[in-house]
């Protein structure tokens, strides 16, 4: 069999000795990031995304590695352990093919399978599967028994019946055929429930809905699964049957060897095979195969989300300027936050422009003479209810006040008032209002969004599809590896940032980097990377994991606010002792850092994968791997649904990406939909191939539906747009889902994995009489 660490290796295509030598570090503690950045030569070059795939395959592999080992001694203890089922389990790869096998030896309460074995009913079971010929009422005759209330031969047969059902809905090969069979025959139906069509409308494109279960793709499956549990909708499977006969059923007759030629058994023994597809396992089958859809619908939301997630973090930073920060309202005003270009909260405010006093002209000097006091160079606005009244505020205010040259910008708010109302937020601003620490949270997130939004829970910034109906364990995951990986690959300020931020830091955690703020809040800022280990229980593993991902500008050493780690300053200063040169004098210097050859400089520490990446963070040290800030412009006048026009071309920002569209915001309260259709004139199968969230785009407007909130938009401009006719089919270009490689173990004869006992051997002796 093949080790964890070879398995991996297959799938990564990479060597057993890369993925042994990655294991061997993630074991020791290393973090992803720091695998990928500074572990090269070790490694081989795993990159963040295969070490992601390695990190998730390794623990999934250990649990059925775990689970495996407690399978076979609990069977073994039974003193049911063949070579041939031993084999079996061990070969096992999934998690569902080893609970197959184990489930004949599976302790479980009393069933009627089992009363009937009680009652000596196993014997007339085996003759009648075994011989057919036998006439099944004269045989149970001889097996009536009072004291287990077996009064005739009707009741005889249904035992034996039961003790066959449940003996055939526990065989690991069979199973897994009619698992493969139904994934790839199967159509999965939804109906409306009746009496629900009204209250369910929102459901109503599944009210009748059928199509393969292996094509669905995730937001439908999402959808339909929403639609059940809220008492909307009934799924099911449904399966093409040419005759009288269901094609299981056929199945499970074929895999046993059965076949009903009209002997006195045969009637009884294709009740038998009925029965056991009806009542043990077409039940079974469906759960376990919308189950399945389900896992890898969820697995799919949640990549979605986790990509739209590193978007969003990786959106281009303003810079740090003087920002006032607007959180808009009608009735209970607007509120205002200034911060500085270090984020720091110097003044606060509340103005009333709108109804119900609308002190529309005093709003506007209470906002400009805010801008003149303290320098504001950037306006962000929170995109919520009253935000393009706001930003008409404010392009007054610039209008009337030409002097005043700050930059507007309207921002997504999402997550804001649950990072304002946390406890996070209580201890950052105690005097302000939660409305108030909402503006703050707005200004600072044009600054820099990825220093602000990693203080709000990633699921709650809202960039996901479906994501409250998927698994929030597997969801918190898989975003804290993305914010981990978006902060480690911009590099954090040490004597800026805040304990949210450093604790993303690899090697850091809460208590670490609260440490670290303690030190810096005592001792001042820190001068160079090694003062670090004077932070509490911040010790030499920690500073390893972490020293290279945290920055030091100005300080004592240059390299200090580079990604260079510290333990390869050496090479540095091997570099610098051959060229002559003070290190400030090389960083920077493309023209000479290019004509070095990085083998000059290689040793028994650092190969050349590494002295690259030293070369080239040299040549532009501390480099924001982040976009350039742009800003989108929307259109004067188009404020509302009700502005919006078919054939209008607007100016918006994608908010979020799903596998059927992007939805981008042009400044009317209600995201449009661009289809997948309409992105590009060519075909895709992923949205995000031609866009992300935070990209600015121009759309057409195709339809608007006001009763439903709903607007659909073209990115193909030179498109015609019928009035009133959308422009993308409901299903025409959705993709779907693409399930992973399916295993098929039994091909021949199948496997009589019920042990050494007298059933296994009667369902030998049936194939080879048959």
Request: aromatic share 6%; glycine share 6%; with cysteine.
């Amino acid at each position: 069999m093949p080790s964890i660490n070879q398995i991996i290796a297959g799938e990564l295509n990479a060597s057993t000795e890369q993925v042994t030598a990655a294991v061997q570090l993630l074991d020791d503690g290393a973090t992803v990031p720091f695998i990928a950045r500074y572990r090269k030569e070790v490694t081989g070059g795993l990159d963040d995304t295969q070490l992601r795939h390695l990190e998730q395959r390794l623990s999934y592999l250990r649990e059925l590695e775990d689970r495996r080992q407690t399978i076979l001694n609990s069977i073994s203890e039974q003193g049911k352990l063949t070579d041939e089922l031993k084999a079996d389990i061990l070969a096992a790869d999934t998690k569902t093919r080893l609970e197959d096998l184990y489930l004949p030896y599976k302790p479980k309460r009393r069933t009627k399978g089992q009363i009937a074995i009680e009652a000596g009913l196993e014997p007339l079971a085996l003759s009648l599967l075994n011989n057919p010929e036998l006439n099944p009422e004269q045989e149970a005759l001889a097996y009536l028994n009072a004291e287990h209330q077996i009064n005739d031969s009707k009741a005889a047969l249904d035992g034996a019946r039961y003790i066959l059902m449940e003996r055939f809905a526990e065989e690991a090969g069979l199973l897994e055929k009619l698992r493969s069979y139904l994934w790839q025959s199967a159509l999965l139906r939804a109906q409306v429930i009746q009496g629900k069509e009204v209250e369910g409308a929102k459901f109503s494109d599944y009210f009748d809905h059928q199509e393969p279960i292996a094509k669905v793709p995730s937001h439908r499956t999402l959808a339909m699964l929403r639609g059940r549990n809220e008492g909307f909708l009934a799924l099911s499977l449904q399966v093409e049957q040419t005759g009288d006969v269901h094609p299981c059923e056929q199945m499970i007759a074929s895999y046993f060897a059965l076949s009903f030629r009209g002997r006195p058994a045969d009637k009884w023994l294709q009740s038998v095979v009925n029965w056991t597809w009806k009542i043990k396992l077409s039940l079974q089958m469906e759960t376990e195969l919308i189950g399945r859809l389900r896992d890898a619908a969820e697995t799919e939301a949640i990549r979605v989300f986790a990509s739209n997630l590193k978007d969003l973090l990786m959106a281009a930073p303003a810079g740090m300027k003087a920002t006032m920060g607007l959180d808009p309202g009608i009735r209970t005003g607007v509120k205002v936050a200034v911060v500085d270009e270090t984020g720091k909260v110097v003044a606060v405010h509340t103005v009333y422009p709108f109804e119900p006093k609308r002190q529309y002209d005093q709003a506007i000097e209470i906002l400009y003479a805010l801008c003149e006091q303290f320098k504001v160079g950037l306006i962000s606005i929170g995109n919520g209810t009253a935000s393009r009244e706001t930003d008409r505020l404010v392009a007054d205010m610039l209008h009337r006040h030409p002097t005043c040259k700050a930059q507007k910008v309207v921002v997504s708010e999402a997550g804001a008032s649950v990072y304002s109302a946390s406890e996070l937020a209580a201890l950052e601003f105690p005097q302000l209002d939660v409305s108030l620490r909402g503006a703050v949270s707005i200004a600072r997130r044009l600054q820099d969004p990825l220093a602000e939004l990693v203080k709000i829970e990633p699921k709650a910034i809202g960039v996901g599809q479906y994501q409250h109906d998927v698994s929030q364990n597997q969801l918190a995951h898989n975003l804290d590896t993305v914010v981990e990986d978006c902060v480690n690959a911009v590099g954090v300020d040490v004597n800026t940032a805040s304990v949210p931020l450093l604790t993303r830091v690899s090697g850091l955690n809460k208590t670490l980097a609260q440490n670290i703020v303690t030190y810096r809040d005592e001792n001042g800022a820190f001068g160079d990377r090694r003062e670090l280990l004077k932070v509490a229980r911040l010790g030499p593993k920690a500073y390893e994991q972490s020293a290279g991902f945290l920055r030091i500008h100005a300080g004592k050493n240059p390299l200090d606010a580079s990604a260079v780690h510290p333990e390869a300053y050496p090479v540095v200063e091997k570099i610098i002792g051959k060229l002559g040169k003070p290190v400030s004098e090389l960083m920077g210097n493309s023209s000479l850092l290019k004509s070095l050859k990085p083998a000059d400089y290689t040793d028994e520490h650092f190969g050349i994968p590494t002295v690259t990446d030293i070369l080239q963070e040299l040549d532009k040290p501390g480099r924001d791997p982040r976009p350039e800030f742009k800003t989108a412009t929307f259109r004067e006048g188009v404020e509302e649904l009700k502005d919006l026009k078919p054939d209008m071309i607007l100016e918006g920002v994608v908010t979020n990406v799903t596998n059927f569209g992007a939805f981008v915001d042009i400044g009317v309260h209600q995201d449009g939909l661009v289809h997948i259709s309409a992105l590009t004139n060519r075909y895709i199968s992923d949205p995000r191939d031609v866009v992300k969230a935070g990209d600015i785009v121009k759309v057409k407007v195709v339809e608007v539906d006001i009763p439903r909130k709903r607007i659909a938009l073209t990115m193909r401009l030179d498109d015609e747009v019928a009035k009133g006719k959308a422009a993308h089919p409901k299903t025409s270009h959705e993709q779907p889902h693409k399930p992973g490689s399916r295993h098929h173990h039994h091909h021949g004869k199948p496997a009589a994995d019920s042990g050494n006992n007298a059933f296994a051997a009667a369902f030998a002796n049936a194939k080879r009489n048959k």
